[in-house]
């Protein structure tokens, strides 16, 4: 009996934590909902979100279902969205590069997705053009990366690390420099508030084109977690259990490029959610990684809803996202590692 309860016991504490964090997810996505200008009970939110589900007209009346439906449903979606991407991506990157400091734009992403936006605002294109310049530049930031670092040290990961950084550093300087030519009046804040970060412009559309991309990248970083458990150990013992070490990795930086990419594109520049919430995850779950990118996942998207509610409900004003996450994650993150020093060490 006893053998028997050890396995459900194991499992217990790995469904346990997950159930618990859905279970939240679903409570904060209703609370973060009921939140604005226009009072919504839960009662009547979920009863438009069920008439939607079953194709029925609902009892609330046509403004409170477009209130629901079209402005704030799309809003905790694309928090839920930015908020996973983010984390998993930099759950990912602290795994692959055995480094607890990494985050989701160590190799120069969110560099080159600033980058892209702002050279298509001062090109005065279109919304969707800025998402899609976004997108490009973060991938044309990592592959530059990636490819630096074959050409000058064959897959190295300190190098790849390097050339991360040494990408970040341009394509920010890139970016300062449109912003001296730009225009002061229109186009320089238009770049400058979206740098800061923020879903006020979240809507339906952008969630139909970025969904299949973030989700994308993040369901192949869970199909490779069992392979990345084993990468975490050192390339040696990867290999020595059959792990083609340099395709797993390139394929792992390739969906985590690919997630933190379309959050970027579609939120702006948010710091310290790929790099806290994988800490935060590591003390529920433990440093496994089978169960840490799940943990991480939800945590994330939690974590980024609340923090987005902080935004648009603390001042008459909304707070860039981006503002509030360094602001609360950085004393975080202090508590963090005052308490996880030694795993560190």
Known sequence: MQENAVPWARRFHRIGPM??????????????MKLGHYPLSSAAILDVLWSALTDH?????AEVDNVVLAV??????????????????????QTLFRNPLASPAILGVSAGAGFGAALAMLLSAGELAIQGAAFAGGIVAVSAAVFIASRLGRGSVLLLVLAGLVVSALFQALTSGLKFVADPLNTLPAIVFWLLGGLGQASTRDLIWASPFALGGIAILFLLRWPTQVLEAGDDEARTLGIAVRP????LIAAATLTTATTVSIAGTIGWVGLLVPHLARLLVGPSYLVLLPASTLLGAGYLLL???????????EIPLGIATAVL???????????ARRQWS
């Not at 159930?19 to 973060?32: C, D, E, R, V, Y």
């Not at 994650?329 to 308490?339: C, E, H, K, S, T």
């Open 19 to 32: 159930a618990a964090l859905m279970l939240g997810l679903a409570i904060i996505a209703i609370f973060s």
């Open 57 to 61: 007209a609902s009892a609330q009346g």
């Open 72 to 93: 704030r449903l799309p809003r905790v979606f694309s928090a839920m969205l930015v908020g996973a991407g983010l984390a998993s991506a930099g759950a990912a990157f």
């Open 248 to 251: 797993l990795r390139l394929v």
């Open 307 to 317: 923090v987005d509610d902080l935004c648009r409900s603390a001042f008459t004003s």
């Open 329 to 339: 994650g950085a004393p975080v993150f202090i508590a963090v590692l005052a308490r």
